[in-house]
Every structure is written in structure tokens, then in C-alpha cells.
């Protein structure tokens, strides 16, 4: 089974989507926050913004969706594909997630890719890799490559099941991923305003916040419908 989510998983733990919010997200304007010209213009900026969203995460707690989806791993091989930057499918017990736009509790080289940390507090300006160069959130912004694509791709390829759970589906790559979904997989689609998807085969749409969605496709599932 292979699952896809987006910030929406993560919004009854209190995490903001912001798609939902007029295109701000936690009241920035993304292109001001998540983007290299942002960083480029005004790397403090960038720092405050990721630092608060680093401690928002650590408050959060996982919730009744993040927690189902870890209890299909009793009878599923799961693998998911999050376009979110927390760890709260990981805290629920998930255990093989693949982050296609970076993590929160990682920083890194602004030059080197490679050189990835843990870090729990703050970023400062002024903290270097050990390249010698400033450290940066370890996330994939607006405009970056993401290079675990090619990883979730032939992941997708072989799916059996295809879950997408509170992803507007309008961020690329990540959102062209549901096309790579072998046609006669059964595919659910969990959203409180199920996103708009053409040419999409076998699709059973559950149009719920998550927590309850997740509920339903775990009887779904069970019930082996
Ligand atoms: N928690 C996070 O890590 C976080 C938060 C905000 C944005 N982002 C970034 O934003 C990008 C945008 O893509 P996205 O599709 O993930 O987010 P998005 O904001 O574009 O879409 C959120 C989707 O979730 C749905 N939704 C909102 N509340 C829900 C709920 N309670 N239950 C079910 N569905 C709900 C909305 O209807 C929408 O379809 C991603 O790259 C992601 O990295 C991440």
C-alpha cells in the first residue's frame, strides 16, 4: 500500500494547510519565506519562519489519521510519501515514510546538499556546516528540484492500494505521482473538499476531514470493500 499526504493530514494537529488560508501559510506570503530568492533577499526572514514553524511541530502531536495509518502497517507493507515537513507520521508509529519536500528536524549546507543535521532548536545566522557555509532549513523549496521523486515514483509504480490523503494535488512533481498509480489499483482519495483529479481509474473519494476519513478507509479495508 502506498500512501500519499499533504499538509491536510496534519491540520487537526493544529499544523495550518495554506491552501485553506488564502495562499499564506501561518500569515506569510510563501514566495516572501519559502523560496532560494527569499533566502537569498532576506535569509533572517527565512531563519524566524522556520524556527517557529520547528517549534509549532515539536508542540504538535499526531492524530487519529497519522495514527490509523501506522496501524495498517499490522496488515499492510506500507510505504508513505508525505509532502509534509513534520514528523508526525513518524511519532505515530509509521515507519517507513519518505519525505519529498525535506524535514523539519534537518538542516543543511546552503552549498552542499549532502551535508544534512538534526536539529531540534533554532538556526541561527551565522551557523556553519562543516563545509564552512551557513546552514539552511533542510527543506525543498518553491522553484528547488526534489530529488526524492525518483524514489516515489517506481514506489508508486507497484502500488497493490494508493491512498492520497489531504493533498490539494496541485504542487508538481509530488502531485503528478497519483498518474504513476497502476490503473486497476483501487485508489482513495481522503479530503474535506476532495481535489480535482481527471483520468484517474478505480477511485473511491471520501470526502471527510482526516481523522474520520482515515476511520473509513480502515473499514473499508477491513471489510475488504
Ligand atoms: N504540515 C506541513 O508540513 C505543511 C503545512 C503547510 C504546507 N506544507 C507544504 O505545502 C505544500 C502544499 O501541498 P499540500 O497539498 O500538502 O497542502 P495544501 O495546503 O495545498 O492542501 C491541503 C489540502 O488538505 C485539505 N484539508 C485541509 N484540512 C483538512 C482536514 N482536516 N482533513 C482532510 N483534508 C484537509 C484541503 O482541502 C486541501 O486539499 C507541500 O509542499 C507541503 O510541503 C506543509
Known sequence: MVVLSGAGIS?????????????????????????????????????????????????????????????????????????????????????????????????????????????????????????GQQLRPHIVWFEEPVPKIEEAIPVVRQADIFVVVGTSLVVYPAAGLVNYAPWNAPKYIIDKRIPYTSEITNITAIEKPATEGVKILLSLLESGS
Open 11 to 131: 491540520a487537526e494537529s493544529g499544523l495550518k494547510t495554506f491552501r485553506d488560508s488564502d495562499g499564506l501559510w501561518e500569515g506569510y506570503n510563501i514566495e516572501d519565506v519559502a523560496t532560494p530568492r527569499a533566502w537569498r533577499k532576506d535569509p533572517q526572514l527565512v531563519l524566524d519562519f522556520y524556527n517557529y514553524r520547528r517549534r509549532n511541530v515539536l508542540e504538535a502531536q499526531p492524530n487519529a489519521a497519522h495514527h490509523g495509518l501506522a496501524e495498517l502497517e499490522k496488515n499492510f507493507d506500507v510505504t508513505i510519501i508525505t509532502q509534509n515537513i513534520d514528523d508526525l507520521h513518524e511519532r505515530a508509529g509509521s515507519t517507513n515514510v519518505l519525505h519529498l519536500h525535506g524535514e523539519i528536524f534537518k538542516m543543511r549546507s546552503e552549498r552542499n546538499i549532502e551535508l544534512v543535521y538534526e536539529i531540534k532548536g533554532d538556526i541561527k545566522i551565522g551557523d556553519k556546516a562543516e563545509d
